[in-house]
């Protein structure tokens, strides 16, 4: 999997991270990660680790715009919360099942990321709200995935707002815009004009050959 995005994002909870839910826009968070679906879906690879809060957000606009879900977007899950697992599941083929380590969330945790970041080639990663484990994800991937960009749209707080103090010469309008869908096509280089395709496979290889043209129907 090539250019693959890379999604980070969450709702903190009040009572687990009650410092990240102080600075948390929760209405910013929601519109955010569906300007991020928006953009993305057919025309790039989305990768996350499953969020109950975030994963229906996702399903409902690749139902909106007609592409098929399952192919673009592929799911992590550690099997040490397989009881927690959503039923939307076992419904589409997109989800990795990883190895869980018995009685360590932390470990289990890190397996899971470091498979994520390693079976994909990333062109950046997206940080939206989220707590603790944000911060987590932001190592690890600046890790392995040194050469992808990292984009925290500080403007929806939480573990974001530590995300961007952690990198350099951010662009002002991370945190000023909230226009998020023209910041997502600004930040991720994706042009407006690029067509989206039901699948990956149906989509041509030169990004070039995407792009809307005279006569072009729907």
């Known amino acids: 999997m090539k250019d693959a995005i890379f999604l980070s994002a ?3 909870d009040p009572r687990r991270g009650p410092e990240y839910a102080a600075t948390a826009d929760t209405v910013a968070i929601t519109a955010a990660v569906s300007a991020l679906v928006h953009v993305v879906l057919g025309r790039r690879p989305l990768v996350l680790g499953g969020q109950p809060a975030i994963t229906p957000m996702i399903l409902v606009v690749a139902d909106a715009i ?4 399952g ?12 009881e927690e697992f959503p ?7 997109n ?3 990883t190895d869980a380590t018995p009685h360590d969330r932390e470990a289990s945790l ?4 470091e498979r994520m970041f390693r079976e994909a080639e990333f062109s950046a990663a997206v940080f939206i709200g989220g707590m603790g484990g944000i911060l987590d994800e932001y190592e690890l991937f600046r890790e392995l995935q040194p050469n992808a960009a990292i984009i925290p749209i500080s403007s929806t707080g939480g573990a974001t707002l530590d995300v961007a103090k952690r990198v350099d010469g951010l662009a002002s309008d991370l945190a000023a815009d909230r226009d998020y869908v023209s910041l997502l096509h600004r930040s991720l280089g994706i042009s407006v004009r690029e067509r989206r395709f039901a699948r990956p496979t149906d989509q041509p290889e030169e990004v070039s050959e995407r792009f809307w043209r005279p006569g072009d129907k729907g």
């Open 95 to 97: 989800v990795v099942l």
């Open 110 to 113: 890190r397996h899971m990321r």
């Open 10 to 12: 969450g709702v903190p």
């Open 71 to 82: 192919a673009w977007v592929r799911l992590y899950q550690s099997r040490f919360f397989e």
């Open 66 to 69: 007609g592409v098929d879900y």
């Open 87 to 93: 039923e939307d599941n076992a419904r589409f083929a």
